[in-house]
Nanobody, 119 residues
Framework: QVQVVESGGGLVQPGGSLRLSCAAS????????MGWYRQAPGKERELVADITSDGRTNYADSVKGRFTISGDNAKNTVTLQMTSLKPDDTAVYYC?????????????WGQGTQVTVSS
């Protein structure tokens, strides 16, 4: 089993910055990717950014140029640095860890951390 724990959410004013951290632990035989998703009230969960174990990154268009994802394979951690935050960024942010076992991939989710952007 794999445990995923997020931290770093909170309340920030528009234009401010926050950093989210995520750590995965447990039976991680081969880490494939880690990423951040978010879900605002009344909306579906959406990808924010993810990073593969070989360093390839992918960002939602809405956060390009403002958010930066980075990972540490040795520690099974991922960080999301968020700058120039907007009220539309308000959501619960979830960390997803994808583990590869033989030819299959398994996703594990954290409990989520609230990010609120408001004056």
């Amino acid at each position: 089993q794999v445990q995923v724990v997020e931290s770093g959410g909170g309340l920030v004013q528009p234009g401010g910055s926050l950093r989210l951290s995520c750590a995965a632990s447990g039976s991680i035989f081969s880490l494939y990717a880690m990423g951040w998703y978010r879900q605002a009230p009344g909306k579906e969960r959406e990808l924010v950014a993810d990073i593969t174990s070989d360093g390839r990154t992918n960002y939602a268009d809405s956060v390009k140029g403002r958010f930066t994802i980075s990972g540490d394979n040795a520690k099974n951690t991922v960080t999301l640095q968020m700058t120039s935050l907007k009220p539309d960024d308000t959501a619960v942010y979830y960390c997803k860890t994808t583990v590869k076992i033989l030819s299959r991939r398994f996703d594990y989710w954290g409990q989520g951390t609230q990010v609120t952007v408001s004056s």
